[in-house]
């Protein structure tokens, strides 16, 4: 028997997850957040699901004379 000790931080009633990653992909489409958790050092850390770089079309402006 797996043991379930993650819980949902957003999910009423807490639910109770066996991995961290199944929490993530629980968090990620049930929620809708840009971040994961992690463990690191036996204590729980948030990385960010930011693109490095994002570009913007932008209209080529022409002056009016």
Known sequence: MRLKIF???Y???GKRFGTIAAMNIHIG???I???KIFMKNN???IKRNLPRA???YI???TPMN
């Open 43 to 45: 204590k729980p850390y």
């Open 59 to 61: 209209k080529e402006v």
């Open 7 to 9: 819980c949902c931080p």
């Open 33 to 35: 957040v840009d971040y």
């Open 29 to 31: 489409k049930q929620h």
């Open 54 to 56: 994002s570009g913007a």
């Open 11 to 13: 999910c009423v009633r």
